[in-house]
């Protein structure tokens, strides 16, 4: 089965000064930015950006609590993070990491787990096969080939099932 990388769609919009910031990043440096972008604000988002150097940027991160959301995981697991393979049995924030904030989210009631949420993924595939977690925002919507969903239920802070549908709900 051939295997497809989850772009986030704010990952491939570069534009005005943010961008240009966020170019000038090493390849690791972006990894481990787009997957932590989820946890930051704007302020710490432009603090982050702000610093000249990758070490400045690291400690910024160190200090903040954000490294280890990432950097807890060993190599393989931040590939697949990065590559956008969620699995189940994962943790809620490697979810998160992977594909950033659900379209939907609700709580459940009646599940085997003392807490329940369902989270509504929407995807958008680029007529070069790229995959995109699709946002309200979206600026290449109009040019995808194929949309799609994947609700993932967590039970207790781990993905316990995800259910790909052909169409939106």
Known sequence: MRTLA?????????????????????????DHYYALKVFMNDSVEKTFLKFKTEEERNAYLQERGLWDHFYKYPDHVRELIIAGEVQSGWAEDQMFMAWGEPYDRRRLTGRPASRSEL?????????DGVIRVWTPSSKTAYKAVDFYQIDVYVDDERLSEMERK????
């Open 6 to 30: 989850i772009v986030l769609l704010a990952s491939t919009v570069l534009t005005g000064c943010m961008g240009a910031k966020i170019k000038r990043l090493s390849a690791v440096e972006q």
């Open 119 to 127: 989270f509504v993924y929407r995807f958008e595939v680029a007529p």
């Open 166 to 169: 052909e169409d939106w709900d």
